[in-house]
């Protein structure tokens, strides 16, 4: 699996948009991008997906380059419950390796 | 509600005992998983399992063992061959089938051994 690349920490004031930038230059052509995020002593909580195309639910968007060495996982409008550290993982879906990889990911604090 | 559970949260040992962690999904999901997280650090997989009676080594196998006897559960066996077993452990499950495979993960349990 492909390795990835993330700012330790960042800051959003509450109510803005938090973007935040993965690296995953290695990735290959069918590993998808995988976002988590664990608020502190939870367990990681699934936010997004995605293999080539920009992608949007109600938590979040993830916007994948074109030539997919990078993405950006974007809060809209950042609430003081979106304060956690968040993972970008890349993996493929295929195969009997199921396993993530988790780096240290990027603690987000969200200020008031 | 569908989810995971892990038991107790908090756990306390002595040193040279084996301690047994609790993780019981209703999510239906075929494919389990525990990881161990240590302060400031990622998430790292101890063991997994695809299918009941089945599972395979994770990246930090030693020391722990695990059981597969049911679709709901997958049991976590801190053994007293584990040097540094003191630790958040969180329990994991996801689909087996289909191209999605996020992981939902449980509460966690955090196992202190003095």
């Known amino acids: 699996d492909a390795k990835t690349t993330q700012p330790p920490s960042m800051d959003c004031a509450e109510g803005r948009a938090a973007n935040l930038p993965c690296n995953h230059s290695?990735?290959?052509?069918?590993?998808?991008v995988y976002w988590y995020r664990q608020i502190h002593s939870q367990g990681p909580q699934y936010i997004i997906h995605?293999?080539?195309?920009?992608e949007t639910n109600e938590m979040a968007s993830l916007i994948i380059t074109e030539d997919r060495k990078s993405s950006t996982l974007i809060l809209p409008h950042a609430t003081l419950r979106d304060t956690a550290v968040y993972y970008c993982?890349?993996?493929?879906?295929?195969?009997?390796?199921?396993?993530?990889?988790w780096g240290l990911g990027t603690s987000l604090a969200v200020n008031p | 509600d569908g989810g995971i559970t892990q038991s107790p949260k908090y756990l306390f040992r002595k040193e040279g005992q084996n301690v047994t962690l609790s993780c019981e999904q209703n999510?239906?999901?075929?494919?389990m998983y525990w990881y161990r997280q240590d302060p400031g650090q990622g998430l790292r997989l101890i063991y997994y399992?695809?299918?009941?009676?089945?599972?395979q080594k994770g990246d930090i196998a030693e020391g722990y063992s695990v059981s597969r006897e049911k679709k709901e559960s997958f049991p976590l066996t801190v053994t007293s061959a584990q040097k540094n077993p003191t630790a958040f452990y969180l329990c994991?499950?996801?689909?087996?089938?289909?191209?999605?495979?996020?992981?939902?993960f449980g509460p966690g349990t955090r196992l202190t051994v003095t």
């Open positions: 994991a499950s996801s689909i087996f089938a289909g191209s999605s495979y996020e992981q939902y």
């Open positions: 999510l239906n999901h075929d494919a």
């Open positions: 399992s695809q299918i009941v009676n089945d599972f």
């Open positions: 290695t990735i290959s052509g069918n590993e998808y």
């Open positions: 995605g293999l080539k195309n920009n």
């Open positions: 993982i890349v993996r493929a879906n295929a195969g009997n390796n199921r396993k993530l990889i």
